[in-house]
């Protein structure tokens, strides 16, 4: 750990990480982004001890893995239920990106956030706003399918981040019912070639689902060694119906030991 927060992941680790990561280049003739699916699970798979609750389960060295993940991509996608529960940050800590040691804003992903139903009530205390304030990460997009209220509007706006409204068909429930394509292609528009996709359960589960599976270009887990319990928010995506098949499995598996937790790397395509 060097000053003021900044993280310093080793050389040897990044070798790694290598052929998981986004090519430069490589997406741009296609109308998505590279797509990392990224988390932290236990060992009953889950991402914490239950909705609405933050949980800690990465250990310091796996946490500053997946801060230098964000750095190595453009954006970094989660869902409202993650962005009301951890009131998270969504930048990048690692020494020499903008605002930890680097110029402007370099190496700083944009975090974008789906939320359909505008969910997220945004106040001058919300972490990431005051945070793209102090030049420490940019402001988010929120990608929604609803006519935002007009204070979040300004407060979103008054550090340079917006909503995004998407004509998608949506339910009056809170079932996500944005296409994740929609959802992709609206961020490659912005200029997005790579996506992290953190989490949590809802977002998760519904791009592993077979129906999205196909758009995940790296999946990049961290396991710690801990049983969370049941009613846990969990991983496990749907089974495809009448199926008695896995819902998927990765290949090209490459697995890493970081202090007590391990690190999983594989793709899901052929
Ligand atoms: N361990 C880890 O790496 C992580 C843990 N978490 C944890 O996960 C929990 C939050 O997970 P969830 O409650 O499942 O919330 P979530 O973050 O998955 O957000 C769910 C909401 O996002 C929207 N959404 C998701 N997919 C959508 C789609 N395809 N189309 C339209 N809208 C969609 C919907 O409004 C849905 O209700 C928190 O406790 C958080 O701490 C979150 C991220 C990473
Ligand atoms: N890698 C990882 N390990 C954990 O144990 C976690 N709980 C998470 N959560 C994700 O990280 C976000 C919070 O971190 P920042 O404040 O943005 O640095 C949280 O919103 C989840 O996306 N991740």
């Known amino acids: 750990m060097a000053s003021r927060g900044e993280l310093i992941y080793p050389e040897d680790d990044r070798v790694f990480l290598k052929p998981y990561l986004p090519v430069p280049d490589r997406s741009q003739d296609s109308n998505v982004p590279f797509v990392t ?19 800690a389960l990465s250990g310091p060295q796996s946490k500053t893995m997946t801060h230098y993940l964000r750095c190595k991509h ?26 930890y040691g680097g110029e402007g804003l370099t190496g700083q992903p944009q975090p974008v956030v789906v939320d359909p139903h505008g969910r997220w009530q945004l106040t001058s205390k919300t972490k990431i706003l005051n945070l793209a304030r102090e030049g420490r990460g940019k402001a988010p997009w929120i990608l929604t399918s609803q006519t935002p209220s007009v204070e979040n509007v300004k407060l979103l706006e008054q550090v340079g981040g ?5 004509n998608t068909p949506t339910s009056t429930s809170e079932k996500p019912t944005m296409a994740w394509l929609d959802m992709l292609r609206a961020v490659k528009d912005r200029g997005v070639e790579s996506i992290m ?11 592993l689902a ?35 098949l896995p819902v998927a499995r990765l290949r090209q598996t490459k697995w890493q030991q970081l202090g007590e937790d391990v690190v999983l790397c594989g793709v899901l395509k052929a």
């Open 197 to 207: 996709i953190e989490g949590g359960g809802v977002i998760i589960n519904s791009l």
């Open 37 to 55: 699916l990224t988390f932290a699970t236990s060992l009953d798979s889950a991402l914490s001890l239950a909705p609405g609750v933050q949980t």
């Open 162 to 166: 917006c909503y995004i409204v998407l």
């Open 210 to 244: 077979a129906d999205n599976a196909d758009l995940i270009d790296s999946v990049i887990v961290t396991i710690a060694p801990t049983w969370l319990g049941q009613g846990g928010v969990v991983v496990s995506p749907p089974r495809t119906e009448g199926s008695s």
């Open 74 to 99: 453009d954006a970094i996608m989660i869902g409202v239920g993650t962005a009301i529960a951890d009131d998270p940050s969504l930048n990048c800590r690692v020494q020499g990106v903008g605002g």
